[in-house]
């Protein structure tokens, strides 16, 4: 295996899924109730409504809902951040979105993330993702980070900042005015 081969793969996925640990899902799940699973698969759909590969769910409208979104990784992540922000603003912010995501925060994907959503939690150290078989797997090359949009355009509850500032930095994404005060 050539350097560049060995380096290239501590930055890829064979498939680019990266199944969401239940603890982290539950306890997001305490304070969002999500209803759908936006990107999953039968074996790892964590909502009663979910969407797979086959069911697309960039293509559908999705039900009235909070929604979670553990995508693939790789480059349709612009596609669903495109999704998220397409389906919030169609039900003028009626419920919330949450992605969990790879922080990269040099990529232009991530520059639509902070221009769209409401709030990202960068989360403290590595995520232990799961394989297909509901295992734990060694910790990824890359941090991750949760991307909210939230109800009545960017109100968190108590509760919900809570439960992110319990993992990580959470960061309001609302513009600035050019004195540095929320808009």
């Known amino acids: 295996m050539t350097a560049k081969n060995h380096l290239s793969a501590l930055y890829t996925s064979n498939s680019g899924e990266w ?7 539950n306890l997001l799940q305490s304070v969002f109730d999500f209803s759908i699973d936006a990107a999953a698969t039968p074996e790892n759909a964590l909502c009663k409504i979910f969407y797979t590969k086959e069911t697309d769910g960039l293509i559908p409208d999705w039900p009235i809902g909070n929604v979670w979104i553990n995508p693939p990784y790789g480059r349709s992540i612009i596609q669903w951040i495109r999704k998220a922000e397409q389906e919030f603003m169609k039900h003028q912010g ?3 979105i949450v992605l969990l995501l790879p922080a990269r925060t040099d990529t232009e994907w ?10 990202i939690c960068f989360i403290n150290g590595r995520i232990n993702f ?4 509901g295992e734990s797997q060694k910790n990824p090359t890359f941090p991750s ?8 355009n960017g109100g ?8 992110l500032r319990s993992l990580g930095l959470v960061v309001s994404t609302e513009p600035l005015d050019e ?3 929320v808009k």
Do not use: M, W
């Open 145 to 152: 980070l949760l991307a909210i949009y939230s109800q009545d």
């Open 19 to 25: 199944r969401t640990p239940k603890e982290l899902f």
């Open 94 to 96: 009626l419920f919330d």
């Open 130 to 133: 799961l394989n297909a078989k």
């Open 156 to 163: 968190l509850t108590q509760a919900q900042y809570e439960v």
């Open 179 to 181: 004195l540095g005060v």
């Open 110 to 119: 991530f520059l639509k993330l902070v221009q769209t959503c409401h709030y």
